[in-house]
């Protein structure tokens, strides 16, 4: 049986979270799993660059950022375009935006946690406020009878 905390929840397009899936969400965290994929994807952060600019400093050759970038291509996550002799390669904005779709799902949750947990202790509050105010409305207010 499995344990609520575990529970897989559906994406807003039907989908079930951690379900794998050939591209979206799914195939840029396994890309971006990789600290040096992750590494060549930051420096495209900073813009557009061809792969000796990128390799320039990295633990790794040229051919090996390479191969890190077609990963990165095939998760959707940079595109490149040919400019004369080179390729030029950049972060897609549509694959960036699936990913943070995903992790905005996450946000809404705890969001949603946060507002039902704040109501939860607001009416709890409420309610020892109320409990006090009749105690010292009829112990108080009127006088003690003695």
């Given at each position: ?5 575990h ?9 079930p979270?951690?379900a ?8 840029a965290?396994t ?13 495209l952060?900073?813009?557009p660059a061809a ?9 790794v ?24 002799t080179?390729r030029?390669y ?5 694959g960036?935006?699936a ?21 939860r ?7 020892a ?9 009829t112990d ?5 009878e003695r």
């Amino acid at each position: 049986m499995a344990n609520a905390r575990h529970a897989v929840a559906p994406l807003a397009g039907g989908a079930p979270l951690g379900a794998a899936s050939p591209t979206g969400a799914q195939s840029a965290l396994t890309a971006l799993a990789d600290p040096t994929r992750r590494q060549v994807f930051e420096r495209l952060a900073v813009g557009p660059a061809a792969v000796g600019e990128i390799a320039a400093g990295l633990p790794v050759s040229r051919p090996a950022v390479s191969q890190h970038l077609k990963a990165l291509k095939q998760a959707g996550l940079v595109t490149d375009q040919a400019e004369g002799t080179r390729r030029v390669y950049r972060i897609d904005p549509a694959g960036l935006g699936a990913l943070r779709a995903w992790l905005d799902q996450f946000w809404g949750m705890a969001l949603d946690a946060f507002k039902a947990e704040v109501e939860r202790k607001g009416l709890a509050g409420r309610k020892a406020e109320s409990g006090r105010s009749d105690k010292e409305s009829t112990d108080g207010e009127g006088g003690e009878e003695r």
